[in-house]
């Protein structure tokens, strides 16, 4: 049984536990500091690095801007080239049109590309109730997948597992699935390698379907284009018979030379290469060269919403490349599956919360998770600014305010139990806004020096169990210089 | 040069020694300081907090009080942030035709963050002080992010007498605290402040120094709580002192 993502906790609580696992933490932190650093290295080789990442950001934002046309003529040029393109509003709508189409095939089983979109959409889970077998061919995708887990990065889905899980996973799990792992496997990564790759040559060679994401699509020629490192994508691309992408509408890209730009960006800040080994390019179908029939569908399940939020559409330039993840203090220590989403991470946190929308519980904590360090914002190659993005849907969150959810523009009300803090808020606004109730406040606390208990109660608690309080003053920074200085030099507004 | 010190309500309320160390420095370079009394909160908290409606009456304020001053100084580079980043922001969605946008622009230019004021409009990096301990400094998110200090704090610590400075390990990486964010995700926050205070500890500095007391309340909390002897203290407070008691 593939396992959801429904009804996942909210993130505190998730993360708490996740902090709370050794293990886990160790495998994270060796993983990300190691892709970090490899990341740094690469991008510092190019000097214009700062220059491809305006550009970068320029282009998705016009192509954004004009979605609408790009999208009618990728289609055009799509069907022009021989595929058929179909159009998902949502991600039931999606896995509707996979299923079906893998029906009319006749075949009772797929082989998959590793894509975020079918994460996504729960793609896999919907083929099985089908009675269709989905089978990942990404080396960790195939680990995901064998320990029926979920994934906890977007390009190293299996980030959280380490050389001996694997090899137990292996070993236990792959004959249910095919060809079982070679007798006496150890933990060498070269010996895990062979064996995933005995056991998927056996599904290359047999499928009939494909189904792939994409990481671009060109709208003036209708090519789509699949990056990646192990080759099972180009596999997956070539042999079947059918190929099935499903594919986010933001994926667009005006014009075939817009690619320079991204291929230049993606592989420095995903894996740290300058180029990534392989990039498969096909443009509708070819007579007797690669699949012989085509199907694009386009998904939009709530990215139209989010590219109506004039602060939230910047998210649609995200290319995936996981850098943020990579550098995130707060990923690293929470791991993926806390963020409740195919998309963890500092992106999962602004961008689940635009797919889904603000009504439950998981999707309000997740522009709370973070500290707001901005050192994804730093490294993101699309510039997306992460914070402001994040402050933007934590007023969405506890202030409600205009929105658009599943394209109906709609006024969103402030969740639920955000009201007391609501009034709170406005409480010590006020305060704020009055200098004078501000001093008496400080005074009180002066005054009550010697009662303050070392561990706070109420909401307190959560700072005062791991960090001692810092000491009380006798006097207020303002009450030393009335005494010292008189009221001097107050100006422009009243005490 | 009308200058004004802008202390925020942490140091106000809890470091009074930060502002009182800012004051001597600021004198002693033959700087004439201000304190409008009128002045409050940023609203940082509340802002990070999603509650932006009552944050703009604190960013009217904060035009209001720091009107015609040529410079606002404040030692917080978080706060300083606020101003920068935030403020543009809050006041482009105020709805009253753009006048607090305008009074927002005049003022969030002339903010400065104490150690952007010392080496950018004074130009001294050596301010005379004495400080003759171990000094683990912190780049904290806002100082190093969002203002862009760069080398201004590690230029200024060089020339202090006596004073030995440590780079911690992952220096630039986020301490945990993040406002609300440290009571909201207590855990992650924890484990955060846990890896920077270990990195603190093993440079073997008797002192973490930084740009924010906030990052300091929260690193100090941690360190004191497990029993180390690292202390925190603001920046200011080593470029004040001249007997190496700090301020
Ligand atoms: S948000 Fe930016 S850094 Fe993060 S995955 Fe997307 S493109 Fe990469």
């Known amino acids: 049984m593939s396992r959801t993502y429904v009804g996942m906790p909210a993130f505190p609580r998730a993360a708490a536990r996740a902090v709370d696992d050794a293990v886990l933490r160790a495998n994270l932190r060796r993983a990300t500091h190691t892709i970090r650093d490899r990341r740094a290295a690469a991008v510092a080789e190019l000097a214009d690095w700062a220059q491809l990442r305006t550009a970068a950001a320029a282009i998705k934002d016009r192509t954004l801007r004009h979605l609408d046309h790009y999208l009618l003529r990728l289609e055009e040029n799509v069907t022009r080239a021989g595929g058929t393109v179909h159009w998902a509003a949502d991600a039931d709508e999606a896995n509707r049109i996979v299923t079906r189409l893998v029906r009319d095939t006749g075949e009772r089983e797929v082989v998959k590309v590793k894509s975020m979109t079918t994460q996504e959409t729960g793609l896999n889970a919907a083929l099985e109730e089908a009675g269709i077998r989905a089978y990942e061919t990404d080396l960790a995708e195939l680990v995901v997948q064998l320990g029926d887990d979920l994934p906890s990065h977007l390009l190293v889905p299996a980030i959280h597992r380490n050389r001996a899980e694997i090899r137990e996973l292996f070993r236990d799990r792959m004959g249910a699935w095919g060809r079982p792992a070679p007798e006496g496997l150890t933990d060498r990564p070269a010996e895990l390698a062979e064996a995933a790759r005995l056991h998927l040559r056996e599904k290359f060679l047999r499928a009939k379907v494909a189904v792939s994401g994409a990481n671009f699509m060109v709208a003036e020629t209708g090519t789509l284009v699949v990056v990646e490192s192990e080759g099972n994508g180009r596999m997956c691309l070539t042999l079947p018979e059918t190929l099935i992408s499903v594919v986010g509408i933001e994926k667009t890209v005006p014009a075939w030379r817009d690619l320079e730009v991204f291929l230049q960006l993606l592989p420095r800040s995903s894996t740290a290469e300058r180029m990534n080994p392989y990039t498969t390019m096909w443009t509708g179908t070819t007579d007797g060269d690669g699949p012989s029939a085509f199907h694009l569908v386009l998904l939009d399940n709530g990215r139209s919403d989010a590219l109506a939020d004039v602060t939230g559409r910047q998210t649609l330039r995200c290319i995936r490349c996981s850098a943020c993840l990579n550098v995130c203090p707060v990923y690293e220590r929470a791991g993926g599956h806390a963020y409740g989403s195919p998309y963890p991470g500092p992106i999962g946190a602004v961008l689940t919360p635009q797919l889904r929308g603000t009504a439950s519980p998981l999707e309000q904590s997740l522009p709370f998770a973070s500290s707001l360090c901005g050192a994804c914002y730093e490294v993101c190659p699309v510039a997306i600014d992460i914070p402001e993005v994040l402050l933007h849907l934590r007023e969405r969150v506890v202030e409600g305010g205009e929105a658009t959810v599943r394209g109906v523009r709609t006024v969103v009300r402030p969740a639920r139990r955000r009201a007391l803090e609501g009034a709170a808020a406005r409480a010590a606004g006020l305060v704020l806004d009055h200098p004078a109730a501000l001093r008496r406040a400080q005074r009180l606390l002066y005054r009550t020096r010697g009662l303050h208990p070392r561990r706070l109660p109420g909401p307190g608690r959560a700072w005062s169990a791991a960090r001692d309080l810092p000491p009380v003053p006798e006097e207020s920074f303002r009450d030393w210089w009335a005494r010292t200085r008189g009221d001097g030099a107050g100006r422009g507004g009243t005490a | ?247």
Do not use: W
């Not at chain 2, 370079?29 to 009552?54: D, I, K, T, Y």
């Not at chain 2, 007498?161 to 440290?182: I, K, N, S, V, Y």
């Open chain 2, 1 to 247: 040069m009308r200058v004004a010190l802008f202390v925020t309500c942490v140091n106000d309320t809890l470091y009074p020694a930060t502002g009182r160390a800012v004051v001597t420095l600021l004198e002693r370079l033959g700087v004439r300081v201000e304190f409008p009394a009128a002045q409050s909160c940023c609203g940082q908290p509340l802002f990070n907090s999603g509650h932006r409606r009552p944050t703009e009456p604190l960013v009217r304020r904060y035009t209001e009080v720091f009107a015609g001053y040529d410079h606002v100084v404040t030692p917080s580079a978080s706060c300083a942030a606020m101003v920068r980043e935030q403020y543009p922001r809050i006041a482009a969605r105020a709805g009253d035709g753009g006048a607090l946008a305008a009074a927002v622009a005049e003022v969030a230019a002339r903010t400065r963050e104490l150690t952007e004021f010392l080496v950018d409009v004074l130009g001294v990096t050596d301010v005379g002080a004495r400080f003759p301990r171990t000094v683990a400094y912190h780049p904290t998110c806002h100082g190093l992010r969002a203002l862009g200090l760069g080398d201004r704090p590690r230029r200024l610590l060089e020339q202090v007498d006596g004073l030995r400075l440590r780079e911690p390990a992952g220096a630039q990486e986020c301490c945990g605290f993040g406002g609300t964010f440290a009571v909201k995700n207590a855990a992650v926050s924890a484990a955060m402040g846990t890896d920077k205070a270990r990195a603190l500890v093993a440079t073997g500095a008797d002192v973490v120094c930084a740009v924010d007391n906030s990052c300091l309340a929260h690193l100090g909390g941690i360190l004191a709580r497990r029993g180390s002897r690292v202390r925190p203290l603001h920046l200011a407070e080593i470029l004040a002192s001249r007997d190496g008691s700090g301020a």
